[in-house]
C-alpha cells in the first residue's frame, strides 16, 4: 500500500516528487555562466479585468501608486509587464508596457494572467536578469531595483522585511523577518532567468508556486534567493480590492496591524523613504 502511494506520488502531475525530479534534471542538465553586468529586471503585473471589478477606478489609482514606485526607482533600468483585457491609464513612459490578455475569462484569471506574463519574459532573448512579481496595488522601494542590479548574485532575492500600510488611517506595521514579509505579500521575489544562449527559464519560473512556497521551489532547481537588506517594500490592506481581503484574510491583516503599528513619527519616516508624503 505504501509503495502504490509513493508510486502516485511520483507520476501525479505537479507533485511534490514530481517538482523535485524536474528541478534534479534542470540542474543535472543546465550550467550557467555567471551572471552579465548588465541584467535586466523585469517586473510583471497581473490586474482585474474590468468587468470583474465593482470599482475599476480605485483599481487603476492603485496601479498608478504600484507604477509610480516603480518610476522612483533611483536605478532606471527596469520594465514592467501590465497583463489585463483592457488598457488601464499607464504613465506615458516606455518601460511599461501593457500585454493584452487572451485566455479565458471563466472563473478566476489571475493565475492565467501571471503564466502569460512569464510566458512573455521567456520570449526575451540573449539577456539575463531577473523577473519580480507584483501585484498592482503594492509600493516598492526606491532602492529596490538598485541592489538587484548591483548586487547581481546570479541566483535571486526574496524580500523577508517590509511593512503593512493601510492608507486611510495611514497606519504602518513592520513585517519580519518573523514572519517573513514573503510569507504575507505576494510582492515578495525576483526570479532569476538567463536566455543568453537560447535559454528558456519560462517553465522554471512558472514553478515557483505560491510565494510562500518560492524559496523552496527554487531551490528545488538549485537557486538560493537571498534577502533583500533593508524593509523593501509596503504591502496595501484595506483598501476593499486585494484577493486577500476577498478570501477572508481581512482579519488576520488588521490584527498583524493592530499589535505592530508604528508611531506617528516612524511611520511618516517610512512613508518619506519610500517617497511618499506623510
Not at 134 to 151: C, S
Not at 189 to 209: K, P, Q, W, Y
Amino acid at each position: 500500500m505504501i509503495r502504490d502511494l509513493r508510486l502516485s506520488e511520483l507520476f501525479k502531475p505537479n507533485s511534490p516528487t514530481q517538482r523535485k525530479i524536474k528541478g534534479a534534471i534542470f540542474r543535472a542538465t543546465t550550467r550557467l555562466p555567471p551572471p552579465s553586468g548588465d541584467p535586466k529586471v523585469i517586473f510583471t503585473i497581473p490586474l482585474v479585468a474590468r468587468d470583474k471589478t465593482g470599482d475599476w477606478p480605485k483599481i487603476q489609482r492603485l496601479l498608478t501608486q504600484t507604477l509610480a514606485s516603480l518610476l522612483r526607482q533611483r536605478d532606471p533600468n527596469w520594465s514592467a509587464l501590465v497583463c489585463c483585457q483592457d488598457r488601464p491609464n499607464l504613465p506615458d513612459d516606455p518601460r511599461i508596457t501593457h500585454l493584452p490578455y487572451t485566455g479565458s475569462t471563466r472563473g478566476s484569471d489571475r493565475t492565467k494572467k501571471i503564466a502569460m506574463l512569464f510566458e512573455e519574459v521567456g520570449r526575451t532573448k540573449g539577456v539575463d536578469g531577473y523577473v519580480f512579481h507584483l501585484d498592482a496595488d503594492d509600493i516598492l522601494h526606491p532602492g529596490l531595483v538598485g541592489h538587484i542590479r548591483t548586487d547581481n548574485n546570479g541566483q535571486g532575492y526574496i524580500i523577508e522585511t517590509g511593512y503593512m500600510f493601510e492608507e486611510t488611517e495611514p497606519a504602518i506595521a513592520h513585517l519580519g523577518p518573523e514572519p517573513p514579509f514573503w510569507g504575507i505579500c505576494g510582492s515578495s521575489n525576483a526570479l532569476r532567468f538567463d536566455h543568453r544562449g537560447g535559454r528558456s527559464f519560462a517553465e522554471v519560473i512558472r514553478r515557483r508556486g505560491s510565494h510562500t512556497e518560492t524559496p523552496t521551489r527554487m531551490a528545488d532547481y538549485g537557486f538560493t534567493l537571498a534577502p533583500i537588506p533593508f524593509p523593501a517594500a509596503l504591502y496595501l490592506v484595506n483598501h476593499g480590492a486585494s484577493i486577500s481581503e476577498q478570501r477572508g484574510r481581512k482579519a488576520s491583516r488588521e490584527s498583524l496591524l493592530a499589535s505592530r503599528a508604528l508611531p506617528a513619527d516612524a511611520r511618516d519616516k517610512v512613508l518619506a523613504d519610500f517617497g511618499l508624503r506623510p
